[in-house]
């Protein structure tokens, strides 16, 4: 069964880089896709990307520009940057599994990491 | 991008059945998951494919697609059934991308 353990930034300044890195334990790295989703405070989930055992990395639109994932397979750990952040990006920030198939659906979850922009 | 609506709230009466529904133009070609998701906690997937549960989703969870609607069915429902309840699915304009929905606060009384 896949866990994953998730950390980073909590606290940030508008205009300042989110960062926020997630370890996978207890399964395989490859043969599924690494998302990260996030979810305001009271509002619906927002998938914000991918990225597959072979880096290829897949963007929201509304944030690509802004968003950057990698893979550390030796550590078998990835990571999410996100740059220029404003007030519109608190929210709780889950790390996650999806499945590559056809009807891809999402199969593991982190604990989640509230992440506060504020001056 | 598609996109997925969901109605805000419903609310079952403790052993009764209801429908959780999830409409979209991504549903004509691919099959909607669920996920429950309880306050201060990570989501949980119960629903996938035409109508899978993954190991320890109870079996009175049942999916359903219709057209551009998906259904989320909960037969019996349970005072632990009480949730947020989102659909996902890929999206209709990209592969690769995903959506989701925006989310059925699930009221048992």
């Known amino acids: 069964q896949v866990q994953l353990q998730q950390w980073g930034s909590g606290l940030l300044k508008p205009s300042e880089t989110l960062s926020l890195t997630c370890a996978v334990s207890?399964?395989?790295?490859?043969?599924?896709?690494w998302s990260w989703i996030r979810q305001p405070p009271g509002k619906g989930l927002e998938w914000i990307g991918k990225?597959?055992?072979?880096?290829?990395?897949h963007y929201s639109p509304s944030l690509k520009g802004r968003v950057t994932m990698s893979l550390d397979t030796s550590k078998k750990q990835f990571s999410l940057k996100l740059n220029s952040v404003t007030a519109a990006d608190t929210a709780v920030y889950f790390c996650?599994?999806?499945?590559?198939?056809?009807?891809?659906?999402?199969?593991?979850w982190g604990q989640g990491t509230l992440v506060t922009v504020s001056s | 991008s598609s996109d997925l609506t969901q109605d805000p709230a419903v609310s079952v009466a403790l052993g009764q059945t209801v429908r959780i529904t999830c409409q979209g133009d991504?549903?004509?070609?691919?099959?909607a998951s669920w996920y429950q998701q309880k306050p201060g906690q990570a989501p949980l997937l119960v629903i996938y494919?035409?109508?899978s549960r993954p190991s320890g989703i109870p079996d009175r969870f049942s999916g359903s697609t219709s057209g551009d609607t998906a259904s989320l069915t909960i037969t019996g429902t349970q005072a632990e059934d009480e949730g947020d309840y989102s659909c996902?699915?890929?999206?209709?304009?990209?592969?690769?991308?995903?959506?989701f929905g925006g989310g059925t606060k699930l009221t048992v009384l």
């Open positions: 996650a599994r999806e499945t590559d198939g056809y009807n891809s659906e999402i199969v593991s």
């Open positions: 207890g399964g395989s790295f490859s043969g599924s896709s």
């Open positions: 990225i597959d055992h072979s880096e290829t990395t």
């Open positions: 991504s549903l004509r070609s691919y099959y």
């Open positions: 494919g035409q109508n």
């Open positions: 996902s699915s890929r999206d209709s304009s990209d592969y690769h991308l995903r959506v």
